[in-house]
């Protein structure tokens, strides 16, 4: 998808949801804020609220495309997304799935421009796209703006540096423990929980095949750890899997 096709996607859809009976949300009163803008002033939350558009998408929508050009912030409301390039091969791999209340792609937007990773909606999602002059304001204008986005950014980097590094040291079930660690503790707080990526795409995540990744997830499912059924996943031993996942 080049730019010009994906910008003129992102318009229609704006366009179509104006046309609709979609009741846009004012900022003051959205109980979606994210931390940094709940520290605006009530004038800065009126030019914020002048200065967006939400839009809604469906589950596998291309939310921003890789190479693309970043000309507004995109703010996570609801729903899941996966974030993920192709390496010079082609091969998909995926960095990250993005929780509600946070933005997506911040990196781009303040290096050279361009998008670095796709964003896919991997459930139904709403989405506000911010524009970029205002939201480049508050970040100037706003320490503890600033100072909220800045956190957000190296948490995020951090995270994931350091699941990379754990991964590249581990055998394939230690690198599965890991995945499943991931979903249950910082995507959805809970051992019961539905796989939002298939078998392939945890593969892309953690780096082998997904003939491994299957196989080791029934593995755990016979030593009783997990309970299986489809992409619906209950660990049952809790710290079982910890340790698996410490000794990698």
Do not use: W
């Not at 002033?41 to 495309?65: P, R, T």
């Not at 709403?126 to 800045?150: A, H, P």
């Not at 190296?154 to 990379?164: A, G, V």
């Not at 491994?212 to 997990?226: R, W, Y």
């Amino acid at each position: 998808m080049n730019d010009l096709s994906y910008l003129r996607d992102i318009y229609h859809k704006i366009m179509f949801l104006k046309q609709t009976n979609t009741i846009f949300s004012n900022c003051e009163s959205c109980i979606d804020k994210s931390c940094a803008v709940q520290t605006l002033s009530e004038s800065e939350v009126d030019l914020l609220s002048d200065n967006y558009h939400e839009a809604i998408f469906e589950k596998g929508e291309m939310i921003l495309a890789e190479g693309s050009i970043a000309s507004h912030i995109v703010y996570l409301r609801s729903g899941l997304v996966k974030e993920y390039g192709k390496g010079n091969l082609q091969q998909e791999y995926i960095l990250q799935v993005v929780k509600p209340h946070s933005y997506l792609g911040l990196h781009s937007i303040f290096s050279d421009k361009v998008n670095h990773y796709s964003y896919m909606a991997l459930t139904k999602v709403t989405v506000c796209y911010i524009d970029l002059s205002v939201f480049s304001k508050f970040i100037q204008e706003n320490g503890k703006f600033s100072f909220e986005i800045l956190s957000s950014v190296c948490n995020d980097s951090l995270r994931n540096y350091h699941r990379f590094i754990d991964q590249h040291q581990k055998k394939i079930f230690g690198k599965v423990a890991d995945a499943l660690l991931y979903f249950a503790s910082v995507i959805f707080q809970s051992s019961s929980f539905v796989l939002p990526l298939s078998r392939k795409e945890i593969a892309h995540m953690i780096g082998t095949s997904r003939e491994s990744v299957s196989k080791q997830i029934c593995g755990f499912e016979s030593e009783n750890i997990l309970k299986v059924h489809g992409r619906n996943i209950t660990i049952l031993n809790m710290d079982r899997l910890k340790q698996i996942s410490k000794i990698g």
